[in-house]
């Protein structure tokens, strides 16, 4: 079981930066492809972006390509997320997620708790 344990977040105005934690506690996290994904209310959890177990290969949400950037360090076993020129529209709870796939469509067993990042307008 590989536990999750997210920080980061928090309220900014559009245009402005964030950026998100997600520590493993165990040191299986680097077999695991790393991933983000969020959940705005009354809509339904989507993908935001993804990184392979040896960061060798990123994936994003269209909407977010060009202004956030996932990266991983194996070392501290930490997946990140920076968030820049944040829109209302990113308004939602992230989730971190680990699993050997992931995408729009697919994703693993292990979540983290939840980080709300709220951009007002």
């Known amino acids: 079981q590989l536990q999750l344990a997210q920080s980061g977040g928090g309220s900014v105005q559009a245009g402005g930066s964030l950026s998100l934690s997600c520590a493993a506690l165990?040191?299986?996290?680097?077999?695991?492809?790393m991933g983000w994904y969020r959940q705005a209310p009354g809509k339904e959890r989507e993908f935001v972006a993804s990184?392979?177990?040896?960061?060798?290969?990123?994936n994003y949400i269209d909407s977010v390509k060009g202004r956030f950037t996932i990266s991983r360090d194996t070392a501290k076993n930490t997946v990140y997320l920076q968030m820049d020129s944040l829109k209302p529209e990113d308004t939602a709870i992230y989730y971190c997620?680990?699993?050997?796939?992931?995408?729009?469509?697919?994703?693993?067993?292990?979540w983290g708790q939840g980080t709300q990042v709220t951009v007002s307008s």
């Open positions: 165990e040191r299986t996290f680097s077999s695991y492809d």
């Open positions: 997620n680990a699993g050997d796939w992931l995408g729009p469509t697919i994703w693993g067993d292990y």
């Open positions: 990184i392979s177990w040896n960061g060798d290969s990123t």
